[in-house]
């Protein structure tokens, strides 16, 4: 399958302008060949801590999931998009949703919040993976990449493609790939799975910069493909699931299935209150 990683500017509350820049970019994926376009976390409303509730009206009015669905119909892939959702908690989710031509394929709601989304937002409670042509994967949003766990569970569950968009500001495009290379290989490599990321570019109305980088991880953890710039761009990789099913075949290569987890109780300990 071959998957695009999209590096794309977002304008806060300005979903139709988004989703029209999405769909411009979702022409152009589909006539490079792409079967599945991860775009950057929050990337229809835009990304704002502060204006969190107005990003999830905004998205409302949008119909997001309609729209997202329409795009993957008529041009048969799937999109991965993502925007703040409401909650009945009062402070939205940010989510990511997954369509394909024949409707929903699922949705991730960030589960591990940084510190500052953490008083604008509220966690999502599921680690699921979903199928799209033969390929299981999984999402996470950003600051969830420095959670080792959730990619150990999303490939204990048969995810063989491990997808980390992101609005990860601050830096320079080449700072920004530089700190993703310190973690990414690992998730790929530790958990034969290749794994994907993307980020939002440019800067926002509240003074945000985010470096357009993307990056592309086969399960051996080598990168097969970057981006670092200051553009909207999709950076192409071809994903190979009979690859990753050899590799786990290999007794000296599939490390989860050597896992003892018997001994693992601590990590399922809720932390102590510092």
Not at 79 to 99: K, N
Not at 130 to 136: A, C, E, L, T
Not at 196 to 206: D, K, L, M, P, S
Not at 231 to 260: A, N, Q
Request: net charge positive; glycine share 10%.
């Amino acid at each position: 399958m071959r998957v695009g990683a999209v590096c794309m500017r977002s304008t806060l509350e300005s979903v139709e302008e988004n989703l029209g820049r999405m769909e411009s970019l979702v022409e152009e994926g589909s006539r490079r060949g792409a079967e599945l376009l991860c775009f950057p976390e929050l990337c229809v409303t835009g990304y704002s801590l502060r204006r969190a509730k107005d990003l999830a009206r905004a998205a409302h009015r949008g119909r997001v999931a309609e729209r997202l669905a329409g795009m993957a119909r008529r041009w048969n892939l799937a999109i991965l998009a993502g925007y703040a959702e409401r909650s009945r908690e009062g402070r939205p989710y940010i989510t990511h949703l997954a369509a394909g031509p024949g409707g929903l394929l699922g949705l991730h709601r960030k589960t591990h919040l940084s510190p500052p989304e953490s008083d604008a937002y509220t966690p999502g409670k599921a680690l699921e993976v979903h199928s799209y042509r033969g390929i299981v994967f999984g999402m996470q949003l950003c600051w969830e990449a420095h959670f080792p766990e959730i990619s150990t569970l999303m490939a204990l569950k048969g995810a063989t493609l491990l997808l980390f968009p992101h609005a990860s500001p601050r830096g320079t495009p080449e700072e920004k790939l530089s700190s993703w290379l310190r973690h990414l290989p690992a998730r790929a490599f530790d958990n034969t799975a290749y794994a994907v990321a993307c980020n939002q570019a440019g800067e926002t109305a509240e003074g945000l910069s985010f470096p357009a980088v993307a990056v592309a991880v086969d399960p051996d953890g080598r990168v097969v493909g970057s981006y670092a710039a200051e553009e909207d761009h999709i950076l192409m990789v071809d994903v190979d699931p009979l690859r990753v099913s050899r590799l786990r075949r290999h007794p000296m290569r599939y490390f989860l299935g050597g896992r003892s987890p018997e001994l693992y109780g601590p990590l399922c300990r809720r932390r102590r209150s510092q």
